[in-house]
């Protein structure tokens, strides 16, 4: 497709399950982002991957998240152990390289919406 | 202090109202700032991005950056209801390379 694809869109789980959320980036695209979105909230940044570099984890709330991106490509945003404080919706976005220079747009997906009951 | 602090509303305007928009930030160093729209159960799309102080204008659509005052603010004119939208201010730079920090978004509604 030609925008970034997450999936799935809803997924309501048990709390204490592990969950696992995709992102496929548009192709091309070097710069892969995670952000949380709170009821009522701004974006909650979580995690970047720029190419081949170690990813800026700084966002992470606790060590029960994790993500993976493999090949540059597909990105995995695992919860484990959620929480209903985990419940919110999560969004990816890539752009063609990162930073900010030249107006490097992030393209955003419509998202995943968590809740955990 | 959050690092981007913006006035979640919500704000109802009439059509063809000017709409002010603002937020403050705390960081010197940044120095990209951006707009971003988001319609209900959609994820964001960038409207407007400016580098370091100064006007842009794209249609309807004024930014403006005071880094002096560490204030951003995005204008709209004769406001539509396909306006009707949650306005996120976004910003980046510095230290903070590759991450953009968000406020906490505008809930916009532009009736008939």
């Known amino acids: 497709g030609a925008g970034v694809s997450q999936s799935p869109s809803n997924k309501v789980t048990e709390k204490g399950k592990d969950v696992e959320l995709r992102c496929d980036p548009i192709?091309?695209?070097?710069?892969l982002y995670w952000y949380r979105q709170s009821l009522g909230q701004g974006l909650e940044f979580l995690i970047y991957?720029?190419?081949?570099?170690?990813?800026?984890k700084s966002g992470l709330p606790s060590d029960r998240f994790s993500a993976e991106r493999t090949g540059g490509s597909v990105s995995t945003l695992t919860i484990q152990r959620t929480q209903q404080e985990d419940s919110a919706v999560y969004l990816c976005?890539?752009?063609?390289?990162?930073?900010?220079?030249?107006?490097?747009?992030?393209?955003f997906g419509q998202g995943t919406r968590l809740t955990v009951v | 202090q959050k690092e981007v602090e913006q006035d979640p509303g919500p704000l109802s305007v009439p059509e063809g109202a000017i709409v002010s928009l603002n937020c403050t930030y705390s960081?010197?160093?940044?120095?990209?700032f951006m707009w971003y729209r988001q319609y209900s159960r959609k994820g964001p799309e960038l409207l407007m991005y400016?580098?370091?102080?100064g006007n842009k204008e794209d249609g309807r659509f004024t930014a403006q950056v005071d880094k002096s005052s560490k204030y951003i603010s995005l204008f709209i004119r004769d406001s539509q209801p396909s306006d009707s939208a949650t306005y996120l201010c976004?910003?980046?730079?510095?230290?903070?390379?590759?991450?953009?920090?968000f406020g906490q978004g505008t809930i916009l509604t532009v009736h008939p």
């Open positions: 192709s091309g695209h070097t710069a």
């Open positions: 991957f720029q190419g081949n570099s170690a990813p800026d």
């Open positions: 960081n010197s160093a940044f120095q990209y």
């Open positions: 400016t580098y370091s102080s």
């Open positions: 976004a910003i980046g730079g510095g230290t903070s390379y590759g991450k953009l920090t």
């Open positions: 976005a890539s752009s063609i390289r990162g930073g900010f220079q030249g107006s490097t747009e992030a393209f």
